[in-house]
């Protein structure tokens, strides 16, 4: 029930656009954030008090995260619109279990300082984006991303050292 609430609440919370809706979410949502962070109208963050975000960050329209695993992002970080960053995913080991009743597995996602994730980026669980990458739009991110260096596609590689 008490989740069930919170999402009631995140859901108004983010219709209201705007640099307000920005200032509102950072003032009422569980986020432990620096200054200066916009988290813009539409974007969504399951479970908000694992999230952990520095300081000059934008996180842009329709982006879905989720923290359950924890997330932790750096200082200088923009993160484009409809970006998805997952930090669990489900147990699927069994034969004899359903899927959905095989529990989570849950791993950290570390995004570090003046890094940049363009527009439609997928991150999965486990996954750490080094200083000053730049993930090209559309990529599904599977594995650690190496400090400054550009990557893309699907699953991303390496394109070049920036």
């Not at 569980?30 to 999230?51: T, Y």
């Not at 329709?62 to 619109?81: F, Q, T």
């Amino acid at each position: 029930m008490k989740y069930e609430l919170q999402l009631w609440f995140m859901t108004l919370l983010s219709v209201i656009p705007g640099n307000i809706g920005c200032l509102i979410r950072r003032l009422f949502l569980p986020i432990k954030c620096g200054g200066k962070f916009m988290l813009w109208e539409g974007a969504h963050i399951d479970h908000p008090s694992l999230f952990k975000v520095g300081y000059n960050v934008s996180i842009n329209r329709r982006s879905l995260i989720n923290a359950a695993g924890e997330i932790e992002i750096g200082d200088n970080v923009l993160i484009g619109p409809e970006v998805i960053i997952y930090s669990q995913n489900h147990i699927f080991l069994s034969h004899e279990k359903l899927i959905n009743e095989q529990g989570y597995d849950k791993h950290k996602v570390i995004i570090e300082n003046n890094v940049w994730i363009a527009s439609r980026v997928t991150i999965l669980p486990g996954v750490k984006i080094g200083a000053g990458a730049i993930v090209a739009a559309g990529s599904v991110v599977t594995s650690n991303v190496e400090p400054y260096t550009i990557v893309g596609g699907v699953p991303a590689k390496f394109i070049k050292k920036r």
